[in-house]
């Protein structure tokens, strides 16, 4: 299977641990969305598209990003990292998960685990989540990546 992560880590690298993690268990290339080529995400089986939480979406890069892609098919996958958990009502997964099928992907899946954030009201008491993700959920996330290798279905 040849796979590629796209991923937008600018606070801590938080994100980019987990996709690393992640492209482990696939044998992906991360890259980051000015590093991505158009071609090759065609030519690819399955697709990553993560970044940390700012504002509860996406960042701009990564959501800009996804919005310039020509109409494609093909397997995709969401993650986040983020201070603040997701809210089951509204998850801040959702809007790229709908863009990314506005695109023609089959979104198979979300990830999303808690991070080191340093946002302005946390700031001032030195940062919330201090040691996340921790190797748990680094073990989480690989073994998410890996349900999507083996083809066990839609995982959240």
């Not at 340093?118 to 680094?138: C, E, H, S």
Request: charge should be positive; glycine fraction near 10%; aromatic fraction near 8%.
């Amino acid at each position: 299977m040849k796979a590629v992560i796209v991923c937008t880590s600018v606070s801590h690298g938080n994100t980019r641990r987990v996709a690393d993690r992640m492209a482990e268990a696939l044998g992906a290339r991360v890259v980051s969305p000015e590093q991505a080529d158009t071609a090759e995400l065609a030519d690819t089986d399955l697709v990553g598209f993560g970044s940390g939480i700012f504002y509860g979406r996406f960042h701009r890069r990564l959501t800009d990003f996804v919005k310039t892609l020509p109409g494609q098919r093909g397997r995709a996958f969401v993650f986040a990292t983020s201070g603040l958990p997701e809210v089951p009502p509204a998850p801040f997964t959702r809007p790229l998960v709908l863009l990314l099928a506005s695109k023609g992907f089959e979104v198979d899946g979300t990830f999303s685990c808690r991070a080191f954030d340093t946002w302005l009201p946390f700031k001032v008491v030195g940062g919330i989540n201090k040691q996340r993700p921790n190797a748990g959920d680094l073990a989480t996330a690989r073994a998410f990546a890996e349900r999507l290798r083996d083809g066990r279905g839609p995982v959240s």
